[in-house]
């Protein structure tokens, strides 16, 4: 919004051309969206703790300790996150821009879903919230209407195609197949980070370094000089998504400050669900779905353990897993909560500057 209303006056006021500048921007929508978390975020979670009283409901069948540890925190923190990170995005994009505006539906789309499946949670005062069939098919609506905007824009055959990391001039055209493969991608990250959100401050450090990749990766391939420079596909307006991943960084440290162990306030579906679905939309728009599943492996080790887990107790009746998601066995396992935590961030880390040197290795 500052760069459509202010950068025309820069032919009268020099100063202004700085909004020419994505790092400029970029830098302006993460210092917004952290000082919206810091400034609005105790009034929020007292108004949250006045409203749901016990707080989000704790599972019976999970870790013991949790009954004690977690009994009346308040949940849906995320919406903090999106309190942040959206005006962040909209002040310093350029809202001439599509990709914009179908971040912007993404994170709207799943925050709004997994605001209602919150609710309902704490309502009911149950960890049921919104069936599971209901809401995959939620979420796969918002992520075809995505995709199918996303191959509109980009148009053909750079719409439809898969970037395949490590070869350089790769495309494989996937016609219309790309759609569902598109809308598989978003719901799988949206689900993926919701899993990983289990413990007090857990998911919410690999989504901002998930955030700070993807960005990147935004820049480069909107720029043909560094595109060409790397040899990765070139995908016009892409570039513009870096504002984005700033405000979901500055949104992400922010609400780290309330979400740390011990946690004043739990993320929630509609921060887990909304964030994982934008992360797997930048991908899709930037050719880098495949480079996702590095950069997140996290979530979808997150995702794996319960999918064996699940698998494994279906067709032989036996566990491979103390308890799945894969962070509460190592709760299991006698581990303490910030060990697990910490050693989780390191993973991400890890596994972010392997997705990271895709970039460079073609």
């Keep these: 919004m500052l760069y459509n209303l202010l950068y025309p006056l820069s032919d009268d006021l020099t100063v202004l051309n700085l909004f020419r500048y994505l790092t400029f921007r970029t830098a302006g929508a993460t210092l917004t969206a952290l000082v919206v978390s810091f400034v609005f975020g105790p009034m929020f979670i007292r108004w949250l703790r006045s409203r749901q009283g016990a707080g989000q409901p704790i599972r019976l069948d999970g870790p013991e300790s949790h009954l004690q540890t977690k009994q009346g925190t308040p949940t849906m923190g995320g919406f903090l996150i999106l309190l942040a990170v959206l005006p962040g995005t909209i002040m310093w994009a350029d809202l001439s821009n599509m990709y914009v505006w179908v971040i912007v539906l993404v994170t709207l789309g799943f925050g709004a879903l997994g605001f209602v499946d919150d609710y309902r949670k704490v309502t009911r005062r149950h960890h049921r919230g919104v069936s599971a069939r209901a809401k995959l098919l939620v979420q796969f609506a918002i992520g075809g209407l995505a995709t199918w905007w996303i191959i ?22 996937l016609g219309w197949f790309f759609l569902p493969f598109g809308m598989l991608v978003m719901v799988g990250a949206s689900n993926a980070v919701n899993l ?53 960084v500055g949104a992400s440290l922010g609400f780290l400050w309330f979400n740390a162990p011990p946690a004043m306030v739990f ?96």
């Design 152 to 173: 509109a824009i980009a148009g053909q055959p750079l719409g439809t195609s898969l970037a395949v990391p490590f070869f350089k001039d790769f495309l494989v055209d």
């Design 196 to 248: 990983t959100d289990g413990l007090d401050g857990l998911a919410i450090v690999p989504i901002m370094i998930a955030a700070a990749c993807l960005g990147l990766i935004a820049y480069l391939t909107g720029n043909a000089i560094f595109a060409n420079y790397l040899q990765i596909h070139h995908v016009p307006g892409a570039g513009e998504l870096v504002v984005f991943g700033g405000a979901l």
């Design 267 to 362: 993320m929630g579906d509609t921060g887990s669900l909304s964030a994982g679905g934008a992360l797997g939309a930048v991908s899709v728009i930037t050719k880098h779905e495949l480079v996702l599943f590095i950069i997140g492996g996290l979530f979808v080790l997150e995702a794996v353990s319960v999918i064996v887990q699940v698998t494994s107790f279906k067709l032989t009746g036996r566990r491979v897993f103390k308890m799945a998601p894969i962070h509460h066995h190592f709760e299991k396992l006698g581990w303490k909560e910030p060990t697990i935590v910490i050693r989780f961030w390191i993973i991400a880390s890890i596994l972010a500057l392997i997705g990271l040197s895709t970039l460079k290795l073609r």
